[in-house]
């Protein structure tokens, strides 16, 4: 009788065990899923941006987001930090026809997600056709609404120098 | 070779030493606001505080999840309101990544009234360096 309780409970135990593997696995999975939807939220604004397509890249913003700009001016010698809201804006140089491109792209990604709100530290090097223009990180703020990920804060760096091209 | 070997090496660590006085000072600063919490004092606060600072909320014991926003002036109003149980708030694992004059901080928190256990989740902030003192410009918060 012992003996049966004892694999009973040896038997549960296995079963408990799977379940949080289950459990953990399942979990593990949907991050690196959330991961990979948040770039390619990213990338498609960038899609966006080469391809002139402001449609494109509006559909990658939460209704609510900002942008803001941190740079350093070369003219008055002092960093600055530009907070206005300027989605449509942003939006509108995006759409204007160019003649050379804006092409900027990620030279890495760095992710953290908590359910529903993720941070995205993306260093990039964006040029202008092939002609490097600069560097910088940008510093992405997503929520996902839904299923989907979309950027409701943007701030970011530029500078001209130190860039690994 | 062993030269070579010796300098690489020693840029290594003096590159890690050059980001840790920066990473303490960024620490300093959200450990300045939730002092400013505990104590009701915007004068704590206003220093480390952007004036076009922006607050975000988000609320993960809704459902659907909200997103409340706050800025500078209500910020301050908050924290300069009277209470009966002060708000506590304790940080753990920061985690931080600088880029020249902009930083990102990510972490955990508990929340306490008094001594009471309210909510916990995740800080997430960003701070921006004008010229000497870093300075929180955006702060997106989970609750749960």
């Known amino acids: 009788m012992a003996n049966h309780l004892f694999n009973l409970h040896s038997s549960m135990k296995k079963v408990y065990f799977f379940f949080v593997l289950i459990g953990i696995s399942n979990s593990l999975i949907a991050q690196v899923a959330d991961k990979e939807a948040i770039k390619a939220t990213i990338n498609k604004l960038f899609e966006g941006m080469q391809k002139n397509d402001s449609a494109m890249a509006h559909s990658v913003f939460h209704h609510n987001a900002r942008l803001n700009t941190i740079g350093y001016s070369k003219k008055n010698m002092q960093n600055y930090f530009i907070a206005d809201d300027r989605v449509s804006g942003f939006l509108e140089a995006i759409a204007k026809p160019k003649t050379e491109n804006w092409r900027e792209q990620a030279t890495s990604f760095d992710i953290r997600i908590d359910k529903q709100m993720a941070q995205a530290w993306v260093p990039y090097t964006f040029h202008l056709g092939d002609k490097f223009s600069h560097c910088g990180v940008d510093n992405f703020v997503l929520f996902k609404e839904k299923t989907e990920w979309k950027i409701i804060y943007l701030v970011d760096t530029m500078r001209e120098e130190n860039c690994a091209k | ?144």
């Open chain 2, 1 to 144: 070779m062993k030269i070579i070997l010796g300098l690489i090496l020693s840029f290594f660590v003096f590159n890690s030493f050059s980001q840790t006085p920066e990473k303490e000072a960024i620490k300093k600063v959200v450990y300045q606001l939730f002092e400013g919490f505990e104590k009701n004092d915007t004068n704590i606060v206003a220093p480390i505080l952007h004036k076009k600072v922006l607050f975000r909320a988000v609320d993960l014991r809704k459902n659907p999840t909200t997103i409340a926003e706050s800025d500078y002036q209500k910020m301050m109003e908050g924290i300069a309101k009277p209470k009966t149980e002060n708000w506590r708030e304790i940080p753990s694992d920061f985690e931080i990544k600088i880029d020249n004059q902009m930083a990102n901080v990510w972490v955990k928190y508990k929340f306490y009234f008094g001594k009471k256990y309210s909510h916990k989740g995740i800080d997430n902030f960003i701070l921006y360096k004008e010229k000497d003192q870093w300075q929180i410009i955006y702060l997106i918060y989970t609750r749960r």
